[in-house]
């Protein structure tokens, strides 16, 4: 059963180009968690998807940013017109259903998106 | 609102010697609790968590915390650590709601275990 799968693993974008960067949840899942570590820090909340439905995107920066997760494929976290400042680490998490708490999220490895 | 403190950015230690890594949180409603374990250019692996009941909880690789509700504290720790357990190491609560849980993750104690 393989794991929260995030491609790619690390990306390189030069500041105004748009990055994507995916996550396919463990089979099964249906809930999907973006969170964003910067250099130093801790992991904060991005936003938490359903099926082709956003339930909460209060840690999403306002401008440049969106998720979605379609009926059919990965998750895809895009971002417009990158900037230095979002250089970090994107992580997704999934879960098999809203309580994710209950059970401890299952984590990607991440993708590490360097803006030059 | 909740928040999570982690007191120690970094904490060196010998081969063999006990470790305690420290975690507060500071929340208006009950919380689970979960001690996370980042290895370098890795993903998040659940170490351990507190739903309800016991307050020690124990995880297959040694380590234990322990819940105390009134210092509102939630330390990790491990007797005897092993070069293996160098990593960086993220405490997190999710609030009890009606609704799903979200993970608020303290800043991370980067744990370096010399020989």
Redesign the interface.
């Known amino acids: 059963n393989a794991g929260v799968m995030q491609n790619p693993r690390h990306l390189v974008r030069r500041r105004g180009q748009e990055a994507r960067l995916r996550c396919s949840p463990m089979k099964g899942h249906s809930h999907v968690y973006w969170y964003r570590q910067l250099p130093e820090e801790g992991l904060k909340f991005m936003v938490y998807l359903q099926k082709e439905n956003i339930i909460d995107e209060s840690g999403m920066p306002k401008e440049r940013f969106s998720a979605e997760f379609p009926k059919e494929g990965p998750s895809i976290l895009r971002i417009q017109q990158v900037v230095r400042g979002d250089s970090a680490a994107y992580f997704c998490a999934s879960s098999p259903a809203s309580r994710g708490g209950n059970y401890g999220y299952t984590f990607g490895s991440g993708t590490r998106l360097t803006v030059v | 609102a909740q928040s ?1 403190t ?1 007191l120690d ?1 970094q904490v060196p230690v010998f081969e063999e010697a006990p470790v305690e890594l420290r975690c507060n949180y500071s929340s208006s409603v009950s919380v ?1 609790l ?1 001690w ?1 374990v980042q290895y370098p ?6 170490l351990l ?1 507190y ?1 309800s009941g016991s307050t020690l909880v124990e995880s297959i690789n040694g380590f234990e915390a322990e819940f105390n509700k009134s210092q509102t504290s939630f330390h990790l720790r491990k007797p005897s650590v092993h070069i293996s357990d160098t990593a960086e190491y ?1 405490c997190a609560v ?2 009890f709601s009606g ?10 104690t980067r744990l370096a275990v010399h020989p």
């Open positions: 999570v982690q950015s689970y979960f996370y250019n890795q993903g998040l692996q659940l968590k739903l993220f999710s609030p609704g799903y849980n979200k993970l608020i993750f303290g800043a991370g």
